[in-house]
């Protein structure tokens, strides 16, 4: 039968859980209302959003002294020491967060005294991953889930995609006009403080893995990853005209890949539509991609996509932004060939053998 000190002891656990859950539920409400003031261009909203970091350190501060009181009163051992450890160590990184949060919002009241730079698509994108790291961080807490908190590890370099790809786009932005340099600066900032915002929640996740493994899994890197590769969340193929051997790459995934697995294709200068040849050697084979249009990689969504391939050979092939796993695949343009329609057609089949090839062993390192 459970003493009055046990259900007080378990009552003072459940209510340090609830403290943490309450104040990311804080710092979450703060990314996605930053994000909100940025592209409705609310300053109001931006200001009220500041506000929410007193709320935040006063949480920081009851959580402390609730941690100290049980270590003090309890002397808690083993899984539960792990426990209140990691709690103390959850709030500086969740302060944090409400902190960067306070700096986005400092950045989006000066931009909007600006007329708008660009249309916002990868800065939402990039808060909306980030977000989702610190909900499954602090699932992952409560329910000592360990594969979610390695999922939540690994979507950094989803979150790093997006900063290098912001930031090469901004910096276009700067050499184009110096009047830009203003607002790119505040936009790559903003980015910036999001990077930080995703690298605080792999410290979220590398802490629960300590207190359910009592594992120390901080940077340790690849080491820190089970031993058999997992498979992708999604793959991009990348070329050039995105018109050929990365639209049949495509098609070929989307039948030999798992189905959870995000499958697309794009290219640096993308072609007006598809080349007809490899339309026809995908149909001899039962695939049809002639629904298939050739994107720009400015449209592509970073977030859906954790590994990337490349198949240029002779030409410049466009560079992915770092942080994701990639694999280049020196294909040539069968497009590039001169000769008889049998000749042409031998060369598409070749290129769609060979990526076929290079997907199933792909598949295979998977385990």
Known sequence: MATLTDREYDAEL???????????????EMIVNSMRALVERDT??????IEFDH??????????????RILARRQPVASDLRLITLALKLVTDLERIGDLGVNMCERVIELNMEPPLKQYVDLPRMAHTAQGMIRDALDAFVNADVDLSRDVVERDRVVDAYYGQIFRELLTYMMEDPRNIYRAIRLQAIAKYLERIGDHATNLAEMVIFMVLGKDVRHLGSMAEPAV???PRGILFLCRQNAARSQMAEGLARKLLPSGVHVASAGSEPAAALNPWAVRVMEEIGIDIS?????PIAEVAWGDFDTVITLCADEVCVMPPRGLRQHHWPLSDPAAL?????????????????????LRELLESFG
Not at 44 to 49: C, F, H
Not at 338 to 355: K, N
């Open 229 to 231: 590769r997992r498979s």
């Open 14 to 28: 459940r209510r340090l859980h609830d403290q943490l859950l309450i104040m990311g539920a804080r710092v979450e």
């Open 44 to 49: 109001d909203l931006a200001q009220r959003t």
């Open 55 to 68: 709320q935040i350190n006063r949480l920081e501060v009851e959580i402390d002294e609730l941690c100290l």
């Open 338 to 358: 001169q000769g008889s329609d049998e000749a042409v057609q031998a060369a598409f089949g070749h290129i769609r053998d060979e990526i076929q090839r290079r």
């Open 291 to 295: 629904s298939q249009q050739p994107t």
